[in-house]
């Protein structure tokens, strides 16, 4: 598996289905193989940030470059990891930890105001100026009982947005 010219197996079919928890099927996992082998420009068995961002609705979201941190260098088993968080099938937990991952960039485990506020900038961009951006995340966190201080925790996130329809979905083309 680690030469993506070569042909997935069935062994290595379940052990990726295995890796990320049956969330897709035998079929979606060799969708997904040849889609990993177009990004795998160079076939060297990962993808680097320069072929995800070939990718044009990679390379337009607001939060690409934060992204970019997490799937820089993936190999096709993380590669399928890492998009089992946008399955239709994949539980509330797993997309809430996703999500903390995108919020937590320096991987402490904590996620600061500046960390939500870095968040909120580059989800607003220019429509919102600094000073709305924080009163509105200050009212948020007050309302979550929390405060501008507060570092908030995995659980912390759980608690939030655990009631939450999380609408993370990518569907995979199945040939």
């Known amino acids: 598996m680690g030469n993506t010219s070569s042909m997935l197996t069935q062994y ?35 993808i680097s940030a320069d072929e995800f961002l070939s990718v044009p609705e990679f390379a337009m979201n607001p939060l690409s470059q934060r992204l970019l941190k997490m799937v820089d260098g993936l190999n096709f088993k993380d590669f399928v990891a890492f998009l089992s968080a946008f399955s239709a099938k994949a539980s509330t937990q797993k997309k809430i930890e996703f999500i903390f991952k995108v919020y937590d960039t320096d991987y402490n485990g904590k996620v600061s105001f500046d960390d939500i506020l870095e968040v909120l900038r580059d989800l607003s961009g220019p429509f919102m100026s600094d000073e709305q951006r924080e009163r509105v995340l200050t009212q948020v966190l007050k309302e979550s009982g929390y405060s501008r201080d507060s570092y908030l925790v995995l659980d912390d996130f759980v608690k939030v947005l655990g009631t939450s329809d999380l609408k993370m979905e990518v569907e995979i083309p199945v040939d």
């Open 12 to 46: 290595d079919i379940e052990e990726v289905q295995e890796h990320c928890n049956n969330i897709f099927s035998q079929q979606e996992i060799g969708s997904l193989y040849q889609r990993f082998c177009q990004l795998d420009r160079n076939a060297k068995g990962f």
